[in-house]
């Protein structure tokens, strides 16, 4: 069982930069794959980025490649999205997931899900 908390969201001009962190209960942490997807009014929950287990494989959505970087520290149970750049279409909610197994840009896999928290990037 994993329980997963997001921080960080918050309200910034668009050029501006965010770090979300998702600190995860559970010392399997490092086992698993972890994803940060994310959900505009109206919109379907999608991927944003994705790392494996061990950090050595990372993959990102074409709309946030050279902009967000995950990151994760299996010492402290904590994955990290840095958003550089950021425009107002990267408004939504931000949610971290867990899954175990191979990576899934798919959100369907994933067994666990933080709460979300909120980015809005105003124009």
């Known amino acids: 069982q994993v329980q997963l908390v997001e921080s960080g969201g918050g309200l910034v001009q668009a050029g501006g930069s965010l770090r979300l962190s998702c600190a995860a209960s559970?010392?399997?942490?490092?086992?698993?794959?972890m994803g940060w997807f994310r959900q505009a009014p109206g919109k379907e929950r999608e991927f944003v980025a994705i790392?494996?287990?061990?950090?050595?494989?990372?993959y990102y959505a074409d709309s946030v490649k050279g902009r967000f970087t995950i990151s994760r520290d299996n010492a402290k149970n904590t994955v990290y999205l840095q958003m550089n750049s950021l425009k107002p279409e990267d408004t939504a909610v931000y949610y971290c997931a867990a899954k175990g197994g191979i990576l899934s840009t798919n959100p369907t896999p994933y067994n666990y899900w933080g709460q979300g928290t909120q980015v809005t990037v105003s124009s």
């Open positions: 790392i494996s287990w061990g950090g050595g494989s990372t």
């Open positions: 559970g010392r399997t942490f490092s086992s698993y794959a």
